[in-house]
């Protein structure tokens, strides 16, 4: 507060001369580093502006709480890649051609500089102050990403491999980190958090979904008392279809971690899933609750309750993909569990 303070002084004294001094100087033009510094610290308020808007919502009860996670990773994502960005700028050099100043002006200016400093230096790190622990936590991992960067290039070891993917994933960069991870599972292959971690973010990727249960699979076997392990095998058992297996893994994950809230949903849903008769609802939390929601209700996907497709046209869709939707075919998606599926939305339809 202190620092903000003595930042809002000295820009209105500032002001103040610049609006009485002479006229006619030549204003020194803006550089492109500048501009981009600007865009950059705009582009970081915004998206901190945003982050609380959707905990706001969610704590009013206006978004759903699943679709406000991911959307609060991407955020967290989007910040840091700002912040990195910003560090990452040049240092503006002073121009030449300006007139000489005032012994106050320079004494002025010196101050500016210091504020400016304390601001770069300090000013991210104060606006962490409006965020949640898992929000902090993930803007300082995102600040730090550079360093840890240029320390894994340097020493190519898998401590420097794994430090760097540890915040970019807690930062919400899950690509980048499944670069690291995988450069650290070429130091040492049975590395399980690299592993699971590697799994996880293939998991996304339908077309990937074997690949992933494999890296998720062994880093369970290596590591069978990890309650992240656990959770990401009981997300790619899921996925799979294979009910029983993954309501095993997720409550193992719950004795392991009895505060983890990640698997309450997913096992609320397979637990109504269990038999032939919900082989539907099973099909539809495995690989359609985490974007349309637990109840077609909406999410990062839209709502399947208010849809008034046809039978033909649901599996069209399935099979084919749509805009931000993946294409699941039947090694993917057997036919009986897209019969199942539809007949579920459909009935979510009133069967129109």
Not at 7 to 14: D, M, Q, T
Not at 88 to 99: D, E, I, Q
Not at 238 to 263: F, I, M, S
Request: hydrophobic share 45%; charged share 25%; proline share 5%.
């Amino acid at each position: 507060m202190i620092l903000l303070v003595v930042a809002l002084v000295v820009s209105i004294v500032a002001a103040l001369i610049v609006v009485t001094g002479p006229l006619g100087k030549a204003a020194p033009e803006t550089s492109a580093t500048d501009e981009v510094r600007a865009d950059l610290e705009e582009e970081y308020g915004v998206v901190l502006a945003a982050i609380r808007e959707l905990d706001d919502a969610v704590e009013r009860g206006e978004a759903d709480e699943e679709a406000a996670r991911k959307e609060r990773l991407r955020l967290q994502g989007r910040a840091g890649r700002a912040l990195s960005a910003l560090e990452a700028l040049p240092v503006t050099p002073k121009r030449p051609g300006v007139s000489p100043v005032r012994p106050g002006m320079v004494a002025l200016v010196g101050a500016m500089a210091l504020v400016a400093i304390g601001a770069f230096t300090f000013l991210p790190r104060w606006q962490l102050a409006g965020l949640g622990a898992g929000e902090q936590d993930a803007l300082r991992s995102a600040l730090d990403i550079p360093r840890l960067e240029r320390a894994a290039r340097s020493s190519k070891t898998l401590q420097a491999y794994m430090t760097l993917g540890r915040a970019n994933f807690q930062a919400g960069r899950f690509e980048d980190a499944a670069r690291a991870y995988a450069d650290a599972l070429r130091v040492d292959p049975r590395q399980a958090e690299a592993l699971r971690r590697v799994g996880g973010v293939l998991l996304q990727d339908p077309d990937k979904l074997r690949e992933a249960y494999q890296f998720i699979d062994l880093a369970a076997r290596l590591e069978p008392n990890s309650d992240e392990g656990q959770l990401f095998l009981g997300f790619a058992l899921a996925r799979g279809g294979d009910v029983p297996g993954a309501l095993k893994a997720l409550e193992r994950y719950r004795t392991l971690n009895p505060q983890g809230r990640d698997a309450d949903e997913l096992i609320a849903t397979l637990r109504g899933a269990d038999s032939a008769a919900d082989l539907g609802r099973a099909t539809y939390a495995a690989s359609c609750a985490s974007c349309h929601g637990t109840e077609g209700q909406g999410g990062v996907g839209p709502s399947l309750e208010e849809s008034r497709l046809s039978e033909d046209a649901i599996k069209a869709v399935v099979r084919g993909g749509a805009a931000g939707m993946p294409a699941y075919d039947a090694t993917e998606l057997s036919n009986e569990r897209l019969d199942a599926l539809v007949k579920l939305l459909r009935s979510w339809q009133g069967g129109s």
